[in-house]
């Protein structure tokens, strides 16, 4: 079974306005982790934001921020102001508490393209 | 930046021959990943691990055997290659020791076409 879903394949957004990324998890395990990851046509592969499953709060950093819904199983992405810059693939993945091996289980990734 | 250098960056090789692609970091990290992304299949992992000669089996490990010998370098081979080894492979380094909320850094790639 799928383990991480992003429904969208590819976005369109004009700069200066907010995009939202989804990504739905499934896991039995109370304890996990979310992670986002950018990458723009050079290749790398770059990371943006973590939320714990016990986090009290939605994670930010700069631009980016997480909408989390434990209920829902769904950690969105939230870039706020697009810049050029952010027209890359993004992935949404995931930590299971119970490994003891820090794997990551990674979605398919979605294609955001910033308009000017 | 994590130091994680894999080589080489590209490859193209036939069908049948064999490949060994190398990961090699600077951070002292006790895990290390390997995994392929392909079109609509986001990155899946191949094998890893989580300590000299000590590895496991990813979700697509088939066609696939790793080796660590020392903690800086991880390799992957494909003894016998085929079309559908295809893929662009990242090598990923994890800070465990500082905590579960550690991210995996990646290495750059390496672009792999198998003829």
């Known amino acids: 079974a799928q383990k991480i879903t992003q429904t969208q394949p590819g976005m369109f957004v004009q700069e200066k306005e907010a995009v939202t990324l989804d990504c739905t998890y499934d896991?039995?395990?109370?304890?996990?982790?979310l992670f986002w990851y950018k990458q723009p046509s050079s290749g790398e592969m770059i990371f943006l934001i973590y939320q714990g499953s016990y986090d009290q709060q939605n994670a930010t950093e700069g631009r980016y921020s997480l909408n989390f819904q434990k209920a829902r199983k769904s950690a969105n992405l939230v870039i706020s102001a697009s810049q050029l810059g952010d027209s890359a693939m993004y992935f949404c993945a995931m930590r299971e508490g119970g490994s003891t091996d820090y794997k990551l289980s990674f979605g398919a990734g979605t294609t955001v393209t910033v308009r000017a | 930046d994590a130091g994680i250098t894999q080589s080489p960056r590209h490859k193209v090789t036939e069908t049948g021959t064999p490949v060994t692609l190398r990961c090699h970091q600077t951070e002292n990290h006790r895990y290390m990943y390997w995994y392929r992304q392909d079109p609509g299949h986001g990155l899946r992992l191949i094998h890893y691990s989580y300590g000299v000669k000590d590895t496991d089996k990813g979700e697509v490990s088939d066609g696939y055997s790793v080796s660590r010998s020392k903690t800086e370098d991880f390799l992957l081979t494909l003894e016998s290659a085929t079309s559908s080894q295809t893929s662009v492979y990242f090598c990923?380094?994890?800070?465990?020791?500082?905590?579960?909320?550690?991210?995996?850094?990646f290495g750059d790639g390496t672009r792999l076409s198998i003829l």
């Open positions: 896991t039995s395990d109370p304890s996990y982790g």
């Open positions: 990923a380094i994890s800070e465990s020791d500082r905590g579960f909320n550690q991210p995996q850094h």
